[in-house]
């Protein structure tokens, strides 16, 4: 990547971030409204609001708070600087959708048992399916108890027909044109239009589809904040008043981008990339990534890292807002991604199913207390995407609707650990699963088949498989990890 002189402060003030944004970084990384905290939250706990900013494919290797020197993310790097930072974080079910059921409701969808395609819009994925009716989502218990719930998104796929994502939220908004979604007629653009776009691979008709589809939801954009981030994080100030003028509130601010595909404005790409001359990589057409040379690859990349620091940078204007409301000192805010994107680690680009690799598997989580609990701190503890409702609801001094399957994190915040130790962890990914404990990884087809087996006291990247002389490791994984955690055989379909 292209080398920049461009400091953290530098950036946000190139980037027009405010006075409370740049406070954000202070002289030490703590921000100034963290100098004087309060003695006890307003009213207790019952009265503190909660916010959880949840973004779309953010690898926690391309956060500086977590090692990456040459993206700039310095407003997350200042929110990391105050909150409690999880370095193990992973999904308990890959992708977006089954992630997002773990999340808003405290249960596992894996092992993805009753799945069925639901309409022909739906991913064909084991898993991707609406929230259960009978399931009752966080927002519903904070609703029940006396917070104003509000939610806003442009992740197309949660309101799709019945697909339940805005149930107990008072006000919902869904910011409308993110990939396929149906907003306008494709016919409005030209076949030849999408020359401009480089496509092809393994899935290239339906990335030409999205393509096509994109073009059309996104004509006539001048502006930054007519694309998808800034308008998410926009419509999520407007909310923060809302919650303002009525507390205790709930606010889900799930922001699709840096999800393909990708297309930030130049001002983004340029920090990271110059003098590429062809169509734009902007899908990865899922799979092998031999389709791609090196330069596409790397300019694939860039257009990616652009539209990190573009969130980056509408997350610190929401984050100014919170300031300037004084919501920071009586509000607990959580950040997390629910996956990552590979872009050409172990021949792979985008989300494979088989390749459930570091790049795709570990995702950042940060808890922002108001109090300052475990400011600057971290945390080893295998957590994951189905602990987001029970931590959030306990802050709130309330209990799951149904008994959660997560664990609450809170006590972490308090020194303490959680009940579950978790000596290892699973996931899934449509027919694949994964295991891991503090020596091993294992991925294999969800039968048992097809095994991969990695050492992680060698080999933390995952690049030398060593199932085939090591079998009774790999037995021992998936029966008492896959198969315990999943109760029993896993379905096939």
Same mark, same amino acid.
């Given at each position: 990547?292209?080398?920049?002189?461009?400091?953290?402060?530098?950036?946000?003030?190139?980037?027009?971030?405010?006075?409370?944004?740049?406070?954000?970084?202070?002289?030490?990384?703590?921000?100034?409204?963290?100098?004087?905290?309060?003695?006890?939250?307003?009213?207790?706990?019952?009265?503190?609001?909660?916010?959880?900013?949840?973004?779309? =494919?953010?690898?926690?290797?391309?956060?500086?708070?977590?090692?990456?020197?040459?993206?700039?993310?310095?407003? &997350?790097?200042? &929110?990391?600087?105050?909150?409690?930072?999880?370095?193990?974080?992973? /999904?308990?079910? +890959? /992708? =977006?959708?089954?992630?997002?059921?773990?999340?808003?409701?405290?249960?596992?969808?894996?092992?993805?048992?009753?799945?069925?395609?639901?309409? #022909?819009?739906?991913?064909?994925?084991?898993?991707?399916?609406?929230?259960?009716?009978?399931?009752?989502?966080?927002?519903?218990?904070?609703?029940?108890? $006396?917070?104003?719930?509000?939610?806003?998104?442009?992740? %197309?796929?949660?309101?799709?027909?019945?697909?339940?994502?805005?149930?107990?939220?008072?006000?919902?908004?869904?910011?409308?044109?993110?990939?396929?979604?149906?907003?306008?007629?494709?016919?409005?653009?030209?076949?030849?239009?999408?020359?401009?776009?480089?496509? $092809? $691979?393994?899935?290239?008709?339906?990335?030409? #589809?999205?393509? !096509?589809?994109?073009?059309?939801?996104?004509?006539?954009?001048?502006?930054?904040?007519?694309?998808?981030?800034?308008?998410?994080?926009?419509?999520?100030? #407007?909310? %923060?008043?809302?919650?303002?003028?009525?507390?205790?509130?709930?606010?889900?601010?799930?922001?699709?981008?840096? !999800?393909? /595909?990708?297309?930030?404005?130049?001002?983004?790409?340029?920090?990271?990339?110059?003098?590429?001359? $062809?169509?734009?990589?902007?899908?990865?057409?899922?799979?092998? =990534?031999?389709?791609?040379?090196?330069?596409?690859?790397?300019?694939?990349?860039?257009?990616?890292?652009?539209?990190?620091?573009?969130?980056?940078?509408?997350?610190?204007?929401? &984050?100014?807002?919170?300031?300037?409301?004084?919501?920071?000192?009586?509000?607990? %805010?959580?950040?997390?991604?629910?996956?990552?994107?590979?872009?050409?680690?172990?021949?792979?680009?985008?989300?494979?199913?088989?390749?459930?690799?570091?790049?795709?598997?570990?995702?950042?989580?940060?808890?922002?207390?108001?109090?300052?609990?475990?400011?600057?701190?971290?945390? #080893?503890?295998?957590? =994951?995407?189905?602990?987001?409702?029970?931590?959030?609801?306990?802050?709130?001094?309330?209990?799951?609707?149904?008994? /959660?399957?997560?664990?609450?994190?809170?006590?972490?915040?308090?020194?303490?650990?959680?009940?579950?130790?978790?000596?290892?962890?699973?996931?899934?990914?449509?027919?694949?699963?994964?295991?891991?404990?503090?020596?091993? +990884?294992?991925?294999?087809?969800?039968?048992?088949?097809?095994?991969?087996?990695?050492?992680?006291?060698?080999?933390?990247?995952?690049?030398?498989?060593?199932?085939?002389?090591?079998?009774?490791?790999?037995?021992?994984?998936?029966?008492?990890?896959?198969?315990?955690?999943?109760?029993?055989?896993?379905?096939?379909?």
């Amino acid at each position: 990547m292209v080398k920049r002189d461009l400091t953290r402060r530098d950036f946000l003030k190139a980037a027009g971030t405010g006075a409370a944004g740049m406070a954000l970084l202070g002289a030490s990384g703590c921000s100034a409204f963290m100098n004087e905290i309060p003695d006890r939250l307003r009213g207790g706990g019952a009265d503190m609001n909660i916010v959880l900013v949840l973004v779309d =494919s953010l690898r926690k290797d391309h956060i500086g708070a977590y090692g990456n020197d040459w993206i700039q993310t310095p407003n &997350l790097d200042a &929110l990391a600087g105050e909150s409690l930072r999880f370095t193990q974080v992973r /999904p308990e079910s +890959v /992708p =977006s959708i089954p992630a997002r059921r773990g999340i808003h409701t405290g249960l596992r969808s894996f092992p993805f048992r009753g799945w069925e395609r639901t309409n #022909e819009y739906d991913v064909n994925l084991w898993g991707w399916q609406p929230m259960p009716e009978d399931q009752i989502p966080m927002a519903q218990t904070l609703k029940d108890n $006396g917070y104003q719930t509000l939610f806003v998104t442009d992740t %197309l796929h949660q309101f799709r027909p019945s697909y339940n994502f805005q149930k107990g939220f008072d006000s919902f908004h869904f910011v409308r044109g993110q990939e396929r979604d149906l907003f306008r007629p494709a016919s409005l653009v030209k076949p030849e239009a999408l020359d401009r776009a480089l496509i $092809g $691979g393994p899935n290239e008709e339906h990335a030409r #589809e999205i393509i !096509h589809q994109y073009f059309a939801n996104t004509l006539g954009r001048q502006r930054e904040e007519d694309w998808f981030t800034p308008q998410v994080f926009t419509k999520a100030m #407007e909310f %923060l008043e809302a919650g303002k003028n009525q507390q205790p509130f709930f606010l889900v601010v799930d922001n699709y981008d840096p !999800h393909e /595909p990708w297309d930030p404005p130049e001002k983004y790409v340029s920090l990271y990339d110059e003098g590429y001359d $062809g169509p734009e990589p902007l899908t990865s057409s899922s799979g092998d =990534s031999g389709w791609l040379t090196e330069r596409q690859l790397k300019r694939m990349h860039a257009l990616y890292s652009g539209e990190v620091t573009m969130m980056d940078r509408w997350l610190g204007n929401f &984050l100014d807002k919170m300031a300037e409301l004084n919501l920071m000192e009586n509000t607990l %805010l959580m950040f997390i991604s629910d996956h990552g994107h590979a872009f050409g680690e172990h021949g792979v680009a985008g989300k494979v199913t088989t390749a459930m690799y570091p790049e795709l598997m570990d995702v950042p989580l940060m808890i922002r207390h108001p109090e300052g609990k475990k400011a600057g701190s971290t945390s #080893e503890y295998f957590a =994951s995407t189905h602990d987001v409702a029970p931590t959030l609801l306990a802050a709130a001094g309330l209990e799951p609707g149904q008994p /959660p399957e997560g664990q609450d994190l809170n006590v972490l915040l308090d020194g303490g650990e959680p009940k579950q130790k978790r000596p290892y962890f699973t996931s899934s990914y449509h027919d694949q699963v994964w295991a891991r404990d503090e020596d091993y +990884v294992m991925i294999s087809r969800n039968d048992g088949e097809n095994a991969q087996l990695f050492d992680l006291r060698s080999d933390p990247d995952q690049n030398k498989n060593i199932a085939w002389r090591n079998s009774d490791i790999v037995q021992r994984m998936f029966k008492e990890y896959v198969l315990k955690d999943a109760g029993g055989p896993l379905p096939r379909y």
